[in-house]
């Protein structure tokens, strides 16, 4: 089991950058890979795959609406994922989840495959 809890959200004006972290509880932290999905705010809209990184943080992957701009991490001595985000935009204002599955494959570009999920943390990002 894998409890997972975001931090870091906020109001941030276009062009500002925000780190978020996500802090992981269980030993087998270091075994899962670790990403990061939103949500933006309206009817019918989904979640929406954003970064990965794999146990090991030797594999990366990212939205093709991101790359470039954010950048994925983690330490396992600290069981935190980090998302750092530049160059925000207006339509990266969104509720980020932090989210893990044990395996780094072609899923993880799907979010409905992770196993853990946290409960999210609001960025806003105002022109």
């Known amino acids: 089991q894998v409890q997972l809890v975001e931090s870091g959200g906020g109001l941030v004006q276009v062009g500002g950058s925000l780190r978020l972290s996500c802090a992981a509880s269980?030993?087998?932290?270091?075994?899962?890979?670790m990403g990061w999905i939103r949500q933006a705010p309206g009817p019918g809209k989904e979640r929406e795959f954003v970064?990965?990184?794999?146990?090991?943080?030797?594999?990366?992957s990212y939205a093709d609406s991101v790359k470039g701009r954010f950048t994925i991490s983690r330490d396992n001595t600290k069981n935190t994922v980090y998302l750092q985000m530049n160059s925000l935009k207006a339509e990266d204002t969104a509720v980020y989840y932090c989210?893990?599955?044990?395996?780094?494959?072609?899923?993880?570009?799907?979010?409905?495959?992770?196993?853990?999920w946290g409960t999210g943390t609001q960025v806003t990002v105002s022109s």
């Open positions: 269980g030993r087998t932290f270091s075994s899962y890979a």
């Open positions: 970064a990965a990184i794999s146990w090991s943080s030797g594999s990366r």
């Open positions: 989210a893990a599955r044990k395996n780094f494959d072609g899923a993880v570009l799907v979010g409905k495959t992770y196993d853990y």
